[in-house]
């Protein structure tokens, strides 16, 4: 973000000390909501309540104890600051953060192919009408760009393997949240055991919750595991053993929608094979669907500015065919169930 903003400086657009240290404070905060894994506990111990909401609350939180210094940072966090670009460099299509992310997870998952020029890009970066714009020697790096990313998610995102990982965590949350809240039950772990024997969502969620959710961490979710792995409770012990011991579902990512029949008989075939209720197979088995959209035209724009002065959005700019094929999403149906031999 420095680099970025010392760059648009350099090519005259003015830009004051003060939005310099605020889109620095909002980019590093942007993020800060997430939970332990992720989004999956978006989806299982807390309800309703994304990790953008979280961020706020917890910028709102730092604003007050920093009496007020963060709220230009919270103004173009949430996109209300009247220079677009600003927020635009916290969230668009052309973000610091895919900037960012591409490149260091290419890095350290060794998929070759996310590895952008995140410093080519940055260097080609202007703003013109407020809003940010790609000069045109950048054409190229930014095709690389979205290429990049929609490999990037069928590689490594949302590969079926971290897919199915992550659906199951979601459900031994789920599931342990269901057997901690109708028990008296406790687990040695305060503050997890707090939100696993609590209902909690926006509606209840208050500055006494958040210093509790900013005490969790995947340390406690894998320590919490691996007690539970010898729990009386059969789904919530099978449903950690198979993290623990990376023994995953069998998934399959189809191009059409599963077949409600075959998923009844996956249904029918673990409940007897693990001797449980159909609801309780629910757990190991169960479909879904992923998407991947690397670039969103009808949304927000990604301006290729000419020396001429005109501007064109990079799908119509580009001699790529496949940046048009981008702009489309591509749906993939998953089924997950046990394995034969599970």
Same mark, same amino acid.
């Given at each position: ?17 003060? !939005? ?26 807390? +309800? ?5 909401? $979280? ?63 995140? !410093? ?10 407020? #809003? ?25 995102? &949302? ?9 199951? $965590? ?10 901690? #809240? ?9 503050? &997890? ?8 969502? +926006? ?7 958040? #210093? ?26 099978? &449903? ?8 995953? $579902? ?5 191009? !059409? ?86």
């Amino acid at each position: 973000m420095k680099k970025s903003i010392d760059i648009l400086k350099s090519k005259g657009v003015e830009i004051s000390e003060e !939005e310099e240290e605020a889109v620095q404070i909002a980019i590093l905060l942007h993020d800060i909501g997430h939970g332990p894994f992720s989004h999956a506990l978006e989806h299982s111990i807390v +309800s309703d309540i994304s990790h953008e909401y $979280l961020s706020l609350e917890f910028m709102n939180k730092l604003n007050s104890e920093f009496n007020g210094q963060l709220t230009l940072a919270i103004d173009i966090f949430r996109g209300n600051h009247h220079k677009k670009f600003l927020c635009q460099l916290i969230s668009s299509q052309l973000d610091i953060d895919r900037l960012d992310y591409l490149k260091r997870d290419s890095f350290y998952t060794g998929v070759a192919e996310g590895n952008i020029n995140s !410093e080519r890009l940055i260097n080609m970066l202007n703003v013109v009408d407020d #809003e940010l714009v790609v000069e045109e020697k950048g054409i190229y790096s930014i095709e690389k760009f979205l290429v990049a990313r929609r490999l990037m998610y069928w590689q490594v995102y &949302l590969h079926k393997t971290s897919l199915c990982a992550e659906q199951i $965590l979601i459900r031994l949350l789920r599931r342990a949240k269901f057997v901690f #809240e109708t028990t008296q039950e406790k687990i040695d772990n305060s503050t &997890l055991n707090f939100f696993l024997r609590n209902k909690i969502d +926006s509606e209840n969620f208050d500055d006494s919750t958040l #210093e509790l959710f900013s005490k969790l961490d995947d340390y406690d979710i894998i320590s919490a595991v691996k007690v539970w792995q010898y729990h009386d409770d059969f789904v919530l012990s099978k &449903l950690s053993r198979m993290i623990l011991n990376r023994d995953l $579902l069998k998934v399959k990512l189809k191009n !059409e929608p599963v077949d409600p029949q075959k998923l009844e008989e996956y249904l029918k075939k673990a409940s007897k094979h693990f001797n449980i209720s159909e609801s309780d197979a629910e757990f190991f088995v169960f479909e879904g669907s992923t998407s991947n959209l690397a670039y969103q035209p009808d949304k927000e724009h990604i301006n290729i500015w000419y020396k001429n002065g005109k501007i064109k959005d990079v799908s119509s700019a580009s001699d790529q065919l496949n940046l048009k094929a981008l702009s489309k999403a591509v749906v993939k149906y998953y089924i997950c169930h046990p394995k034969s031999n599970n």
